[in-house]
């Protein structure tokens, strides 16, 4: 279908336009960061279109729909961004590149326990404090952190949030530095050789703002997608 091709060309440019935007902004090089396309929402020819594109880093929120995406596209990286149960665990180790949304201690110890090659996970942050988010808060995130890093087979390379929603990007800009500022702090008692470089943050509101705290991975789902 030539009208979506186009459309999702489209859209594909002008996020990646402001991307590089963003980066020039703030001095950074737009190979820093990577575009994570979220697809949740996304019919089976979209998703088409993204790979054909030339996306090759795909999200989904749900690890029934990861796990039977990724078998269908087993070329894409697939990034996991909701919430995992750990009875579900077993399921995506292998078709998940990269757990965004390990949010506890003890979802990190089943992962851990039945990896069987480091499985690569960020750790899900509630920066903001929000009652209805998931994830660590940075207390307990630091209370956790020894024992999160000692874990084997897992390699925790970063930390992910969310802001909370708002019509003003700039609403999220504390809640990324604040992401960024304990990305820092952990760093310093992280064994050698574990470094946290990511940071999964922004979304199609706010991923300029994110970009210009320091996100490696935006997570843009909607805006990719309007008006097809
Ligand atoms: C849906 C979702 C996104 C993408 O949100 P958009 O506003 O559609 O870009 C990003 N991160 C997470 C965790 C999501 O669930």
Known sequence: MADLRTQLEGNLKHVKDRIAAACQQVGRSASEVTLVAVTKYAQLDWIQGLIDLGMADLAENRPQQLVERQARWPQVRW????????????????????????DSLRLAQRLSALAESPQRVLCEVNVSGEASKAGFTPTELQQAWDELVALPNIAIEGLMTMAPLSENPED??????????????????????????????????DYEVAIQEGA?????????????
Request: hydrophobic share 40%.
């Open 79 to 102: 990034h996991l961004i909701g919430q995992l149960q750990r009875n579900k665990a077993k399921s995506v180790l292998g078709p998940a590149s990269l757990i965004h949304s390990v």
């Open 216 to 228: 490696t991975l935006v997570r843009v789902g909607s805006r990719l997608f309007e008006r097809l």
């Open 172 to 205: 999220a800009r504390p809640v990324f530095a604040g992401l960024r500022q304990l990305r820092d702090q952990l760093q310093l008692r992280c064994p050698q050789g574990v470094s946290l470089s990511h940071l999964s943050m922004g979304m199609s509101g």
